[in-house]
């Protein structure tokens, strides 16, 4: 085996930290653009002067991320960097000032009221420099994301285990397929995130082609149609057992593939009809036993 020499790059710069935010919060990370094939980048930053310097960069697609605190918020912005023969001295990473979209959580049954400070809400957008955030409600459930640009939104909500996101409302309209739109005269309007308790239990085995059980392998739940940006995911016990505890109400697919190639995105492997999947129609309260079976 030949050994070469490869000429790396580095990206240096700082981060302008906006008012309001605790100067220790912040961060930045450089990432290969998904496209990219590279390897994955995580350097803590210096917390003492906003400053980064990542080094040994191959030429490439990468994305830098800066994130920071603010309140009960984070707020990101990201930055494309194209490495190609030259450094990236002198970068300078801003946080957008933009738009704030208002919203609340509230429980579907008050006789079961989820606490909506356990509620965890994120907007993500691929659009390159965009801002996007995260944040959890306040006691009342009450939550405001800041500082957001233009464009449309993918919405994330993390739940505790014993709930799930009933319904969502924007501007007045039930939201079907998890996207939300800031215009550029800003966000039409509130965000309502219904939340419950009470859903139904999914349960089962997976088996590999022998009949026999399977430890420790992921089973993934996913909606009807399929969304492969937002889905559960549990590991199998040491009998091949899995559960799935307060399911939405609506049609399911369990599924399930026999390795897991990190460079083979689940939604590809499932497009390939590898694995096995098994589809269930769950109601509020319900209980659910399956078998899967992968194939040879």
Known sequence: MQLRKVRTFRASGRVEVPGGVDPRSWSVHLGPNPASGLPSWMVPADHGEAGFDFRGLLPGSYVLRATCGKGQQT????????????????????????????????????????????????????????????????ASGAFAIQDLSSGRYQLNVR???????????????????????????GALGFLEIVVASGGGEVTGVLQGADGEPLSNHAVR?????????????????????????????????????NVVVPAIEVQERWERHEGAAHEVTVHAGGQYDVTLRLPK
């Open 221 to 257: 739940l996913l909606t009807e149609p399929p969304r492969f940006d937002r889905f559960g995911i549990t590991h199998t016990d040491q009998n091949g057992r899995f559960w799935f505890r307060d399911v939405a109400p609506g049609s399911h697919w369990i599924f399930a593939v």
């Open 75 to 138: 707020i990101s912005t990201q930055v494309p960097l194209e490495v190609t023969d030259s450094d990236f001295d002198g970068l300078v990473v801003t946080f957008p000032v933009g738009f704030t979209l208002a919203g609340a959580v509230r429980s579907a049954d008050d006789g079961a009221r989820i606490d909506p400070t356990t509620v965890h809400i994120s907007l993500y957008t691929q659009a390159p420099g965009a801002a996007y955030g995260r944040t959890t409600p306040e």
């Open 159 to 185: 739940m505790p285990e014993h709930g799930y996101v009933q319904s969502v409302r924007y501007a007045g309209e039930v939201v079907r397929d998890g996207s939300i739109e800031i215009r550029a005269e």
